[in-house]
């Protein structure tokens, strides 16, 4: 099938990139509760809090398209939902880069394309997965 391999790779990808980015959102959002904690003041910590909070739920996203990934490399039909994953986690990826910018982050075009790398090539890859049915 068209479009198998790279939905396979980059779905495995996608659940290893998951897996250690929920165990790091977690580990940040401690840290920003024992920096409050220890500064004694909780004023400006916010942005912190919803970065982090966002990171969190966007790797618990990126697994579970990552999941469906795997499973929608033997069935065509699966693959359209693939299609919407992938979107939604190149949107939080952008939306997360937003959220950076308004910290003081600078803007990168190459942070931005290593950012949309894998969910375009999962997008691909779901495609042509998608289409090796229908043609």
Known sequence: MKGQK????TS????IGGVIAVVVGVLAILGIS???ALSGSTEGIGLLYASSILVTVASVI???????GIGACSDSQKAA?????GVVVGVLAIISMII????GGSFSITNLVLNLLLPGLYVYGAV???NSITA
């Open 6 to 9: 790279i939905l396979k790779v």
């Open 12 to 15: 495995i990808l996608m659940i």
């Open 62 to 68: 990126q697994f579970i398209a990552g999941i469906k």
């Open 128 to 130: 042509q997965v998608k």
């Open 100 to 103: 950076g910018l308004v910290g």
């Open 34 to 36: 024992a920096l409050a």
């Open 81 to 85: 939902s693939c299609i919407k994953w």
